[in-house]
């Protein structure tokens, strides 16, 4: 995938008609069928896999009559993604004799609009239309075309298979180039090359304005390749805003969520800010644009309020959203957080200051439009009958449980959105002091009247010990399901030492950590289910989040062993973490089982490994103020982590930890003053 284009095939390479399989232009399938045959036989598979995020390879034989036991017409199909889809078949006769075929690409389309695709609703395919070098498809509204075409041109087209004679000498090669042309309301996507050479792992060229890659070495090669990973992934899911494509953000994943997520691309761009600040401003000012200013119950927006997505397919349905939805309970103080953060790590002051507006009027949506029932709690209760029923991150109809699994009835308080809005109280507040705007004291008495009601209304109690409640429902009363939210309490500020002590000794028990990562709700609850979307499944965002906050809490064995799990599943998903995974107990089923459907590269998901680099590190930038603090975990997590070239206000930092905990820094330009906080070293529970 690259930006808003991608492909789904099987591992023949084929595009097959029936699957969720195609290529998707901006949230619309414009090929829904992509098939080579050789001589009308279908090639006979035998490896294909990703060669790069926008780039495959594919290799496969075609029986030869009388040619013997071993294969000798040999083909290997490179597909890339640039601007557009180009595809390339390379034929190799490895006989002895000259061979004649007619290669034959079968195409088609439907396009479908995606979530027709994920909730089988089924299209009927279009009728190919005659086009010079190839064929093309036209919706029935005109509003959709798609032009294919092969390099040579084919002979002739017997409906939507296009049939290329190609001469294959002994020994040598031949081979044909497919190119997509596809057309919409948004505008044009073109190939940006025609039938050139590919190398066997092609790697497109990085785009303007990205900054220096960072790289990591590590004792254990399967943390360093996942980080490795990540960043590739993030890389290939950056979109840009159109209407200032100098600004970039991290769409939320392939193949469902290939768009500007409020909430997805805050949490991604955060995780991201110590690598890729540009990316951070960038989310920033793409969904400042399109900040609330009124009230419309059909799409949920409020005066200040931050979206929660946007949908630019051509094709829409009664029960699918608004083309752009702020059903959200989370992306407004999200964004304040990260407005704060991109700051802390080094924004600059102009790009701060043009933002602090925005980040006012989000305050601003917290205090005026954020509690409907006037009970002191941001909550939601959805307006539009398209609307979500639930409106944080475990946004499934069933998502949010008491334990005896009886649904939350709206309006629903959650409790991290609690945590997030405290810890955006607190933050703005420091921003709108440093940018002389008034109200900064008002907010910090906001954030501890928040803090104190959270206190005597969340907690709960089981046989295991008192517990932060998910969320509270109409009645105001706890749900008492145990579940993952807690874990996103922890680096907010709103616990105290006691109480995230409590949390973290749930979180890392039996029921709640899995072996392969922490489930969003505990074993031990009526609804749990591990091939869930979000009753017991491992979402890797959740976990990494968890295991930060244990971080800077001070949990140094917590924090590892949920990192562990993670890098352990790694090797699994080929380092490519999914947007989620069954919660099977690994004791029970000693490897992590995929969720059908799952996005993958998913944005959080990928941000999720840097925020696991930065937990191992406890850096805590203070870069307005020329310092950043280090406090590498004790005990390490690993024999050896070094990290080089990290982006620190103009400066690149290299640290390197050893196996006794020793930390060593280097500063390539301008001093910079960094605070290294003691610790105990030890060398228990290494891994590497």
């Given at each position: 995938m690259r930006g808003e284009i991608f492909a789904v095939s099987a591992a023949s390479g084929d595009i097959l008609r029936g699957e969720d399989h195609g290529v998707y232009v901006r949230d619309t399938r414009v090929l829904d069928h992509v098939e080579v045959?050789?001589?009308?036989?279908?090639?006979?598979?035998?490896?294909?896999?990703?060669?790069?995020?926008?780039?495959?390879?594919?290799?496969?034989?075609?029986?030869?009559?009388?040619?013997?036991?071993?294969?000798?017409?040999?083909?290997?199909?490179?597909r890339v993604i640039e601007s557009s889809l180009h595809e390339e078949v390379r034929l190799a006769n490895r006989g002895r004799m000259p061979l004649h075929v007619e290669v034959g690409l079968r195409v088609g389309t439907d396009f479908a609009y995606i979530f027709d695709v994920r909730h089988h609703r089924s299209r009927t395919p279009l009728p190919p239309l005659a086009a010079p070098g190839g064929v093309r498809f036209l919706r029935e509204?005109?509003?959709?075309?798609?032009?294919?075409?092969?390099?040579?041109?084919?002979?002739?087209?017997?409906?939507?298979?296009?049939?290329?004679?190609?001469?294959?000498?002994?020994?040598?090669?031949?081979?044909?180039?497919?190119?997509?042309?596809?057309?919409d309301v948004y505008g044009i996507v073109r190939p940006d090359r025609r039938c050139a050479a590919l190398d066997p792992r092609s790697q497109l060229p990085e785009r303007g304005g990205r900054p220096r890659r960072v790289t990591i070495e590590c004792a254990d090669h399967r943390f360093q390749r996942l980080v490795e990973g990540s960043l590739d992934d993030l890389d290939a899911l950056t979109l840009t805003d159109p209407e200032e494509p100098t600004d970039r953000f991290c769409a939320a994943g392939s193949p469902w969520y290939l768009t500007l997520f409020g909430r997805d691309s805050l949490?991604?761009?955060?995780?991201?800010?110590?690598?890729?600040?540009?990316?951070?401003?960038?989310?920033?000012?793409?969904?400042?644009?399109?900040?609330?200013?009124?009230?419309?119950?059909?799409?949920?927006?409020?005066?200040?309020?931050?979206?929660?997505?946007?949908?630019?397919?051509?094709?829409?349905?009664?029960?699918?959203?608004?083309?752009?939805?702020?059903g959200s309970v989370d992306a407004t103080p999200l964004f304040v957080v990260l407005a704060h953060e991109a700051w802390r790590w080094g924004l600059v002051d102009t790009e701060v200051a043009a933002l602090v507006p925005h980040v006012e009027a989000a305050l601003g949506w917290l205090r005026d439009h954020s509690d409907p029932d006037g009970d002191g709690f941001i909550e939601y209760r959805k307006e539009s009958a398209r609307g979500l029923d639930n409106q944080g991150w475990k946004d499934s109809e069933d998502g949010i449980q008491f334990?005896?699994?009886?649904?939350?009835?709206?309006?629903?308080?959650?409790?991290?959105?609690?945590?997030?809005?405290?810890?955006?109280?607190?933050?703005?507040?420091q921003l709108l002091e440093r940018f002389g705007r008034a109200g900064a004291e008002e907010w910090r008495t906001w954030a501890k009247e928040l803090a104190d009601r959270f206190r005597a209304r969340f907690w709960v109690h089981d046989e295991r010990g008192p517990y932060p409640a998910v969320a509270l429902d109409r009645d105001?009363?706890?749900?008492?399901?145990?579940?993952?939210?807690?874990?996103?309490?922890?680096?907010?500020?709103?616990?105290?030492?006691?109480?995230?002590?409590l949390v973290a000794n749930r979180l890392t028990g039996a029921?709640?950590?899995?072996?392969?990562?922490?489930?969003?709700?505990?074993?031990?609850?009526?609804?749990?289910?591990?091939?869930?979307?979000?009753?017991?499944?491992?979402?890797?965002?959740?976990?990494?989040?968890?295991?930060?906050?244990?971080?800077?809490?001070?949990?140094?064995?917590?924090?590892?062993?949920?990192?562990?799990?993670?890098?352990?599943?790694?090797?699994?998903?080929?380092?490519?973490?999914?947007?989620?995974?069954?919660?099977?107990?690994?004791?029970?089923?000693?490897?992590?089982?995929?969720?059908?459907?799952?996005?993958?590269?998913?944005?959080?998901?990928?941000?999720?490994?840097?925020?696991?680099?930065?937990?191992?590190?406890?850096?805590?930038p203070a870069i307005p103020d020329g310092r950043l603090i280090v406090a590498p975990l004790q005990p390490p997590p690993f024999r050896r982590l070094e990290v080089y070239g990290l982006p620190v206000a103009g400066r690149d930092l290299d640290l390197r930890i050893d196996r006794d905990g020793e930390l060593d820094l280097d500063v390539h330009g301008e001093p910079l003053d960094i605070e290294v906080l003691p610790g105990d070293v030890s060398l228990t529970g290494l891994t590497g």
């Open positions: 045959v050789v001589d009308g036989v279908r090639p006979r598979p035998l490896r294909g896999e990703l060669t790069g995020p926008a780039s495959a390879a594919f290799q496969s034989y075609v029986p030869v009559p009388h040619a013997g036991a071993d294969p000798v017409l040999l083909i290997d199909r490179r509204d005109a509003v959709d075309e798609v032009v294919l075409t092969t390099s040579p041109p084919p002979e002739r087209r017997e409906g939507a298979l296009l049939v290329v004679p190609v001469a294959v000498p002994a020994g040598g090669t031949a081979r044909i180039c497919l190119d997509l042309v596809a057309r949490w991604a761009g955060t995780m991201a800010a110590p690598v890729d600040l540009d990316l951070a401003g960038g989310t920033l000012r793409t969904l400042a644009r399109r900040q609330g200013w009124r009230h419309d119950p059909e799409t949920e927006e409020q005066p200040g309020k931050i979206l929660h997505e946007i949908r630019r397919g051509s094709l829409t349905h009664l029960g699918d959203l608004p083309p752009n939805y702020y334990a005896d699994g009886r649904l939350a009835q709206p309006p629903i308080a959650l409790a991290e959105v609690q945590g997030y809005a405290y810890d955006a109280a607190r933050r703005g507040a105001d009363q706890p749900v008492d399901g145990v579940a993952s939210n807690m874990g996103h309490l922890l680096a907010t500020g709103i616990l105290d030492d006691d109480e995230t002590a029921a709640m950590a899995s072996g392969w990562g922490l489930r969003t709700l505990a074993d031990t609850s009526a609804g749990f289910n591990p091939v869930s979307y979000h009753l017991g499944s491992v979402w890797p965002h959740d976990t990494a989040i968890a295991a930060w906050g244990l971080a800077v809490t001070g949990h140094a064995e917590p924090t590892a062993m949920l990192l562990r799990q993670l890098v352990d599943a790694a090797p699994e998903f080929d380092y490519r973490l999914p947007e989620l995974f069954a919660g099977f107990a690994r004791a029970d089923v000693p490897f992590p089982v995929p969720y059908p459907s799952a996005c993958r590269p998913q944005a959080w998901a990928a941000g999720g490994a840097l925020l696991l680099l930065r937990a191992c590190l406890r850096l805590q």
